[in-house]
T-cell receptor, first 113, second 113 residues
């Protein structure tokens, strides 16, 4: 297992379109996290899963955003009716339990034109 | 709410210079504190952490001490190398479970030979 894998690496979409990103965590990690990072800012928490249960969601996660982790393995993050303000790097991380032992993926960069 | 304030960059140093990147935090309770590093084109990697006051985290020659009295967690390295060029993020989590991180805005470091 080489780490957390995110696909695609880059996505360019037109405003109003829907997009879906995928994250494959480290296989034995039970927790999975989504963060968003805009230029010049640190990552901002969006949501996290423990196994298949979504346990916490940020207020940043509007009703256009939905995340799933159906079998407690990979996760998807969908953005509906994209807006230019959604342009950002979307980061996924996973961990085995807590204690800050996150492993981050390289991210998916979304550009909404 | 919880937050992290980080020294703004970019920072440019000559090889073998001393590095300090300042980080202060605001949090209720007793947060855990972290430094993450992001090399060009890669995901964030945990550099070091400290979970309680007066703890010192260290890794790869970098050190940071959790100072509750000054609410600080400054990153230091005695002699930087070109390979240390990266963006450094200070972060806190409310507790040691690491369910949600609050990141600073990042400090870009460039080390020139």
């Amino acid at each position: 297992d080489t780490g957390v894998s995110q696909n695609p690496r880059h996505k360019i979409t037109k405003r109003g379109q829907n997009v879906t990103f995928r994250c494959d965590p480290i296989s034995e990690h039970n927790r999975l996290y989504w963060y968003r990072q805009t230029l010049g800012q640190g990552p901002e928490f969006l949501t996290y899963f423990q196994n298949e249960a979504q346990l916490e969601k940020s207020r940043l996660l509007s009703d256009r955003f939905s995340a799933e982790r159906p079998k407690g393995s990979f996760s998807t993050l969908e953005i509906q009716r994209t807006e230019q303000g959604d342009s950002a790097m979307y980061l996924c991380a996973s961990s085995l339990g807590g204690s800050g032992g996150y492993t981050f993926g390289s991210g998916t960069r979304l550009t909404v034109v | 709410g919880d937050s992290v304030t980080q020294m703004e960059g970019p920072v440019t140093l000559s090889e073998e210079a001393f590095l300090t990147i300042n980080c202060t935090y605001t949090a209720t309770g007793y947060p855990s504190l972290f430094w993450y590093v992001q090399y060009p084109g890669e995901g964030l990697q945990l550099l070091l952490k400290a979970t309680k006051a007066d703890d010192k985290g260290s890794n790869k020659g970098f050190e940071a001490t959790y100072r509750k009295e000054t609410t600080s967690f400054h990153l230091e390295k005695g002699s930087v190398q070109v390979s240390d060029s990266a963006v450094y993020f200070c972060a806190l989590s409310r507790d040691d479970t690491g369910n949600q991180f609050y990141f600073g805005t990042g400090t870009s470091l460039t080390v020139i030979p």
